[in-house]
Nanobody
């Protein structure tokens, strides 16, 4: 069974860069046709898709976040990561990693709370 787990800081200062890692167990992140996503949910708001790295290494980002978002992977560790720069309090959210195939989401991490505050 594929499991995903987010890790990273729970508190980030404004203007700094958030770095989160998703560790995947139960299957390689290079498995054909799977895609590995970052999604967030600010308090009181809905889910916001941030971006994805697909099995072949290609990345795609939400237009609203593209300029300050980077997703990468380390296949030797079976991990993929998120970097979000120029953080503001509006970036406070629960951040999730999730697996998708054919645009349908299956396995999700439990989510990690990130608060932007000075």
């Amino acid at each position: 069974q594929v499991q995903l787990q987010e890790s990273g800081p729970g508190l980030v200062k404004p203007s700094q860069t958030l770095s989160l890692t998703c560790t995947v167990s139960g299957g390689p992140i290079t498995t054909s046709n799977y895609a590995w996503n970052w999604i967030r949910q600010p308090p009181g708001k809905g889910l916001e898709w941030m971006g994805v790295i697909i099995y072949d290494g290609n990345t795609y980002y939400s237009p609203s976040l593209k300029s300050r978002t980077s997703i990468s992977r380390d296949t030797s560790k079976n991990q993929f990561s998120l970097q979000l720069s120029s953080m503001t309090p509006e970036d406070t959210a629960v951040y999730y990693c999730a697996r998708s195939i054919a645009t349908m989401f299956g396995s999700w991490g439990q989510g990690t709370q990130v608060t932007v505050s000075s």
